[in-house]
Every structure is written in C-alpha cells, then in structure tokens.
C-alpha cells in the first residue's frame, strides 16, 4: 500500500505545490515529540538515583517534550491557514475570470460550440482540480491528527477557552473521533466552513453540468439542420462527459473527506450548539432579539434558584413538613420536561410567541406563590412551582442563536448565553440577602416579608421582560425557513441572477446566445440551476460508459444505508451514556442543594439569607472551576474527566452519609460534589457532541434538546428522592437528620456507582 505522503506528492498540482499541507514536516515534529517523550522516562530514572541535580534533569526532559509538542502545534495552525489562503484565492481567481468567448453572429454557430466547448472543458478541469485540492488536504488533517494522537502520550484534545479545535473522524469507523485543540482565533471557523461546503464550487459544478448538457443537444439540432458538412461537430463528444463525470466524481470526493473534519470554536460548544451555523443571508438575528432570549433564560435560572432559600420557612408558614422542599421543587422540573418539548416544537414557526408565553407563566407563577402564603396553601405552592416550570424556554434561546446568528456573531453570542445562564443561577440565592432585611409589612392586604418579597421582585422582573419583549422582539421574517443549516446551498428568495458571481460557466454560457436557447431558468426561491441538467447529465455520462442511466445510483443507496446502520451501531451506546451522565450529574447536584436549606436550618439554625449567601458563593466559585475545566481539557480526554468527576462525586456521597454529625464533611465533601458534577456536566455535554448519531444531532432529538431533557430529568429525580427521604426519616432533630443523610446520600452513591461501571464497560466506545 503507497503511504499518504507518496500519494500527496503523486496527487499535488505542480502549480500549487507550496500550497499543500506540510504532510512531511509535521511527521518530522511528531517523531520529535516521540524522541522526547521516550527520553523523558530515562532521564527522570537517571535524574532518580543520582544525589545531585534530580530535579534539573527531569525538567529539562519535560521542556524538551512540551517544546516539541508546541513546535507540533505552531506547525499546525499554519499549514491550516496557509491552506484556507490558498483554497480562497484560487476559487475567488476561478470564479472571477477564465476563458471568456464573446459572442457571434449565427453564421458562424459551428466555430462558437467550438469555443465554448474549449471553454468549458477548461473550466471543468479548473474544477475539478480545486475540488481535488480540497479533498487531499481534508485528508492530510485527518492523517496527520490521527498519526499525532496515536504516537504523542498526552496530545492536546480538547479547544482552550477562546480558540477552535478540529475534530476529525475516520472514513470507515463512524464511532471514531480524534479532538486537537489549537491557538488559530474562532473566526477561523467560518474560513474552514466555507471551504468544506465550497458552496460557489457546487454552484459551478450545477451550471457546468447543465451547459455541457446543452452544448450537446445544440450540436445535435445544429448537425440536424445544416445541408452542409460541420466535420468539427461530429466527432464524438465523449472526451468532454468524462470530464464532466471526473468533476462529479471530485465533488462528491470532496464532500466525503471535508465532512470528516469539523471546525469546533469551545464556546459554541459550551452553549450546546450542536448544528452548523446558517448562511450569511439568513442570520437575522437582531441585537434585541439575542438580547431578549439571554434575559430570558438569566431570570429563569434565576427564579428557579430564588426560591430556594425561603422554601423552608414557607413549609412551616403552610404547615407542612420541611421534607416537602424536594417535592415542591420537583414540581418545576415535572412541568419543565413537557415545556422544553413543546416549545422546541412552538419555535417551528414562531419565537416571539413561546418568549411571551414563558414570561406570562413564570408571571403567574410568582404571584401564586406570593398568595400561597397569604392562604397558607400548599396546592397553590405547587400550582405556582408547575407555572414556573412551564416557564422554561430555554429551547427557544439556544434555538434562535443556533439558527439565526451568522458564523462571525455565533462565537460571541454563544459565550453570552453561557454566561447569562451561569449568572441567573448564582444571582437566584443572591437575592436573598438585601431582602432579609426588610420588615414586617402589609401592601393592599398583602404580606410583605422576605419571604413574600422574593415572588414579588420576581413577578415584576417577569412584568417588565414580557413588556420588553412584546415592544422589542420581532420573529425572523416568515419567509425564512428554520433550520436553515442544513441546507445551505438554498438561495434567498428574490435574489436575482446578476447577484450571483460570474462563473466560468456563466461567462462561456454568453457565447450560445445566438443560438437563442435558454441556458438557465430559476425557480422561485430555489437555486438559479438548469432545468433537469444534473440528470441529464448523468445519464449521458453513464450511458457514455455503457451503463443502464440511474445504475449509479442504485449501487449509492444500499451502501449509504449500511453506512448509516453502522453509525448507528457504533454512536448509540455513547449518547446513551452521555444522556445518563447528564440525568446522573443533574439527579446528584439539585439533591445537594435542595437539601441545604433544610440542614443548615436543623443543625445551624441558619436563615434564608445565610443560606442565599453559601448558595450564591458556591455558584460563583464555579466559574473558576469552569475555567479550569477548559485549561485542562487540553491535556485531558472528556472520558477520562467524565470517569474522574463521577468518581470524585461519589466518594463525595458516601462522605455525605455522615454529613449530618461533622460541620467538615458537610462544608468541605459538599463543595467538592458541587465541583465534581460541575465538571461532569460540561465533559458529558462535549462528550455527546462527539458520539451522538448524526441522524440524532440534525433532528429533534439533537444533543441540545438530549442533554436539556436529561438534566431537567435528573432534578425532578433528585428532587423527588429528597421528598422520599424526608418522609421516611422525618427532619425534626439531628437523629431523624442523619438518617435522611444516610439513605439520601447512600442512594446517590449507589446511582454514581452504577453509572461508572456501565461506563467502563463502554469506555472503548466513547470516542473523546
């Protein structure tokens, strides 16, 4: 078998030569980092037994292994742009001028086929080989990365906060993912994509297809017409449909080997992004549009979390036990489950409505858990709770970026949802504490406290949202279909021909004009393409090399279908567990926090201020904690921190088992189970978006929706099994406390430990 970098330099255009990736120099960095590596071992043993000198030894064989493994990555970020600059430039030259024909009088029809003919075989050609540049250097990423991974111990995997990694998966193994992060800037992203999806080349290749259809008949009816000999029409025109089929060939070749390799900037990622960006011409999105979905999902974290801290004393006020905190809070993500699905679905053909009707509920809501305690009604509580939940259009804020910012925003616009979600979660308890110093008051028959206050403040943020959004959010114009990602070749509707760029197609197509027949006809709001040309022109290529016209394609389907069987054989069981990580992580963490209000109430006597407090700063503390997550992604696989976070949250858990008789494992394992599911939910979200089933992330069921609904499931469950505990211990005094600890804390241990070993039963298959 050739190697690939025999066959990169047999396949290199001598032209472009300087153009194509360095296969040979890359090799050359990565044996150094093996070099490295294997002398790394040796000179810490040597640097071990001598008395002197230890530590300068294993340093420097550190130094020179990182050096290396950064020479690698300079190395890399390079040839990616060199490759981009010159993928641009050669279509931009292509698509700007090439053997342009004027135009001729009708005496001479048989010398301008002649021409135009010449012409488009030039530009067939021209094509062809842009096409081919694009699929060998697809390749040569996907071979160096793959070779990089296998031969380098600790290569980088992962993007660092602010900068793009490429992943790359294997032709033959759909299960298969290698990440390397690197330092190229996000918006290099939209430069990679535009290569891959070499929309204006496809473009090229449909007019091109159609011309040389029509060249063929104009030959045939001009040979039919004329009472003369037109020896230079009736040669075979077979040179010029093998030219045409090679082209095809290269497109589809191109398309193959540039979808392997995907271009990831790491706050999309962290935003759930989980589908390509539109085009250009239909991202939409506004200012106030993206301003209003960020304040959306902000107050309803925050309003989830809010009225956390006061629940307890609420309980006493309404007379039920202190054990019904879970069930009340249950309640939200019992009505979130079935809101998350329905708005998915409501935002297939209206954003502005769902927006407005989750303000209203979360509204309502408020105000019923206000007048929950003026009635001292629990039912009311809970009505209140499932209006909060019925609030949740978090769907519909990821959805409108996803679909409706533009490449160059989606970075940007992508960290600030992330961070209106992270702030609207710390700000929740927060605010607890300027409202713990309000006193006793009556307001139109109503009870002011810092209680009631909390559903107040509430209620009007939710007030002045629903009137912002009703003056300011416009929903994308009806004529813009959802989801445009996926079908990015689509013109707007109106766009006129003269706004396209003039092909090589095009400007030889100027030389059939006076044979008077029409060369291109555009359907409304469809691409400008030949009427029935593709086919056309396959079927005269087939029957060219002597196959039944669709043959073809009769051998494609069954194999695509194959394909598709063996993706999803070789990504469901990972999206399984990644959706089981997510419940897991999820179930463990809203336990931890819905039952400290109830404990530092027993064993600490806290108020709901001080409680607001720990919440607040413990949320906050996260944000570092994210950070690092980033940093060390770098150097760690998401399955080997997914295993890690699950592991460090279930010795937490069985540490917690005692909480209830030391201040010290109460604070300190339960600060370290908030760090460890924290990490777990962000490696299993970026661990989904590797293994889930391509079929899985362009549809409903995309990792977005997966991964909302398993953790909005995880919180009903954790909710729901500290209602449980608490009824079947009681909260009264520090025995019936440390027996809730024990079967709450026993059971989330046991639920982390079932969910390692399935894991490491898989862990072949997690492909990160």
Not at 104 to 128: F, G, H, K, N
Not at 422 to 428: K, Q, V
Request: glycine letters at 8%; one cysteine or more.
């Amino acid at each position: 078998m050739v190697g690939f970098e025999a066959r990169l330099a047999a396949e290199s255009r001598p032209q472009w030569r300087e153009s194509y990736l360095d296969y040979a120099g890359l090799k050359r960095l990565i044996r150094d980092c093996g070099e490295a590596l294997a002398a790394r071992p040796s000179a810490e043993g040597a640097a071990a037994s001598a008395a002197k000198g230890a530590g300068d030894a294993s340093s420097d064989a550190r130094q020179k292994c990182e050096a290396a493994k950064a020479a690698f990555q300079r190395k890399l970020d390079a040839e990616v742009l060199k490759e981009l600059e010159h993928a641009a430039s050669a279509v931009y030259a292509l698509l700007s001028h090439h053997g342009a024909t004027p135009s001729v009088p009708s005496l001479e029809q048989a010398a301008a086929l002649d021409r135009v003919s010449a012409a488009l075989q030039a530009a067939v050609q021209e094509t062809t080989q842009l096409l081919h540049y694009i699929a060998l250097n697809m390749t040569a990423v996907r071979k160096i990365l793959k070779k990089y991974a296998k031969n380098v111990a600790g290569a980088t995997n992962e993007p660092a906060p602010g900068f793009l990694a490429l992943e790359v998966e294997h032709p033959d193994d759909p299960g298969w993912r290698v990440m390397q992060g690197t330092f190229l800037p996000a918006q290099v992203a939209d430069e990679l994509q535009d290569m891959q999806q070499h929309a204006a080349l496809r473009g090229a290749v449909r007019q091109l297809q159609g011309l040389v259809a029509e060249v063929a008949e104009a030959r045939a009816a001009l040979l039919e017409r004329s009472s003369q000999r037109l020896p230079s029409l009736e040669g075979p025109a077979a040179g010029i449909a093998d030219e045409v089929e090679a082209m095809r060939e290269a497109e589809e070749e191109a398309a193959r080997h540039a979808a392997l390799v995907h271009a990831m900037p790491w706050a999309e990622r962290a935003a759930g992004m989980f589908e390509p960006p539109p085009p250009d011409a239909f991202a939409v999105a506004t200012f106030a549009g993206l301003l209003i979905n960020n304040l959306s999902t902000l107050l309803f974290m925050c309003n989830y979390t809010a009225v956390l801290p006061p629940t307890d004393a609420l309980c006493v006020r309404i007379g039920v036990p202190s054990s019904f905190t879970g069930l009340i809070m249950a309640a939200s993500d019992f009505a979130a489950l079935f809101a998350s699905v329905g708005i998915s679905f409501w935002t297939q053909r209206s954003f502005r409505e769902p927006l407005l009707f989750s303000a209203a509920s979360c509204l309502a809501g408020n105000l019923l858990f206000v007048l929950s305690y003026q009635r001292r009604s629990l039912a009311l509580l809970l009505l209140a709770r499932l209006l909060n939940g019925l609030g949740s259009a978090r769907a519909a804020n990821r959805r409108y970026t996803a679909d409706y910012v533009s490449r160059a925003r989606r970075t940007m616009a992508s960290a600030a949802f992330v961070g209106a979600s992270n702030l609207g979660m710390a700000l929740g308890p927060l605010l607890s504490l300027p409202l713990a110093y309000l006193p006793e008051a009556e307001l139109a028959g109503i009870s002011l406290n810092p209680i009631t206050a909390v559903g107040l403040v509430m209620a009007l943020l939710w007030l002045a949202f629903l009137a912002a959004a009703a003056a300011w959010f416009k929903d994308p114009p009806a004529s813009t279909p959802i989801g445009l990602a996926r079908s990015s070749l689509v013109m707007p509707r109106g766009t006129a021909a003269s706004s396209l760029p003039a092909t090589a197609a095009s400007t030889a197509a100027s030389s059939l004009a006076s044979l008077q027949q029409p060369l291109l006809s555009a359907a409304d709001g469809g691409t400008l393409e030949p009427a029935g040309t593709q086919a056309v022109a396959v079927a005269a290529a087939e029957a060219g090399r002597g196959q039944q016209p669709g043959a073809r394609a009769a051998r494609v389907e069954p194999r695509k279908k194959r394909k598709e069987a063996a993706a999803w054989r070789a990504t469901v069981a990972g999206t399984v567990a990644c959706t089981l990580a997510l419940f897991v992580q999820k179930m463990v963490q809203q336990s931890y926090m819905d039952s400290l209000p109830v404990l530092t109430e027993v064993l600490y006597t806290w108020h709901a201020s001080q409680k607001g407090l720990f919440l607040g700063i413990v949320s906050l503390a996260m944000v570092p904690v994210n950070a690092a997550v980033g940093a060390a992604s770098a150097l760690v696989s998401d399955r080997s921190m997914v295993l890690g976070s699950l592991v460090l949250s279930g010795l937490c858990s069985v540490a917690l088992v005692w909480s209830a008789a030391s201040s010290l494992l109460f604070f300190g394992a339960g600060v370290l189970l908030f760090v460890g599911t924290v990490v777990l939910e962000g490696t299993a979200t970026s661990l989904m978006s590797k293994c889930i089933w391509r079929g899985f992330a362009q549809g409903v069921l995309n990792a977005g929706l997966l991964s909302t609904e398993a953790g909005t499931l995880g919180r009903f469950a954790g909710n729901a099994l500290l209602a449980l505990a608490g009824r079947l211990t009681g909260l009264a005094d520090r025995a019936q406390l440390a027996a809730f600890c024990a079967i709450l804390y026993a059971t989330l241990a046991a639920v982390c430990a079932a969910l390692l070993v399935h894991l490491l039963c898989i862990y072949g298959r997690l492909k990160g």
